[in-house]
């Protein structure tokens, strides 16, 4: 019974591939280009899906994230579209926990509690997610992915306001001073050749590509991040799923 039990939780644990995961959502959430060397009858769907949008005109589509969702009827498929918008938010961001998920809306509804005036908690939770400090690695282009920014912090190439930073989810605020180490300088500078630039980085960090240093100059609140995603991402329904 012992070996059994030991199994089944070797079997939860087991890292599951990339692709894998997409293939349920027919989506590329990351925009990564190695999913589509994948030849196998097996991978068609989401293959033949991320051809037509790359066969269109505009590849990256640009959603307006900050208005409302219709309610799906089925009981079935409002399931699925919520378990959908679930799953791209934590693989979007490198794979985040539904225990880590539910705290941050929890935090975000109690600050519009504390808040006078009237704000969405959709506008917290999302600055919540983009002061990360491996989603700031992330969009300043100087790792190709979040995973690849949390390896970058683990092994203590990153440091802020002149302190070297371990925790990967390290909630940054206006006016810290990200940097990066001369050892970790050589990788980031084969990232930023290698890639597209695209989307464009966000206004409120300021990057020097010279130094390799980032610096959080405005507030998220302000921004229009709809660039920034290239899928429709419903904060609302996702509040909704994690107020049970």
Not at 78 to 87: E, G, M
Not at 108 to 124: D, E, H, P, V
Request: charged share 25%.
């Amino acid at each position: 019974m012992k070996k059994i039990k030991f199994m089944l939780t070797i079997k939860k644990r087991r890292y599951k591939p990339l692709y894998k995961k997409f293939l349920k959502l027919k989506q590329n959430v990351q925009c990564r280009p190695r999913l589509l060397k994948f030849k196998k009858q097996k991978w068609n769907n989401l293959l033949t899906s991320l051809k037509r949008t790359q066969q269109s005109r505009y590849p990256f589509k640009v959603y307006d994230h900050h208005r409302y969702s219709l309610s799906m009827f089925s009981f079935k498929s409002n399931f699925r579209y919520k378990l959908h918008t679930k799953q791209r938010l934590s693989y979007f961001y490198g794979g985040l926990s539904q225990k880590y998920l539910k705290s941050i809306v929890r935090t975000a509804q109690n600050k519009t509690k504390l808040k006078k005036k009237a704000i969405n908690s959709k506008f917290f939770l999302i600055e919540m997610l983009e002061n990360r400090l491996d989603t700031v690695l992330y969009r300043s282009h100087f790792v190709p992915s979040i995973r690849s920014a949390r390896q970058l912090i683990s092994h203590n190439h990153v440091s802020v306001n002149k302190k070297t930073v371990k925790n990967k989810s390290f909630i940054l605020k206006k006016g810290d001073l990200v940097e990066v180490k001369p050892k970790a300088h050589f990788l980031i500078e084969n990232n930023v050749i290698t890639s597209n630039i695209w989307p464009i980085p966000p206004k409120y960090l300021q990057i020097n590509y010279r130094t390799f240093q980032i610096q959080l100059i405005k507030d998220i609140k302000s921004t229009n991040l709809s660039m920034h995603f290239p899928f429709w991402l419903d904060l609302n329904t996702l509040i909704k799923y994690y107020q049970r």
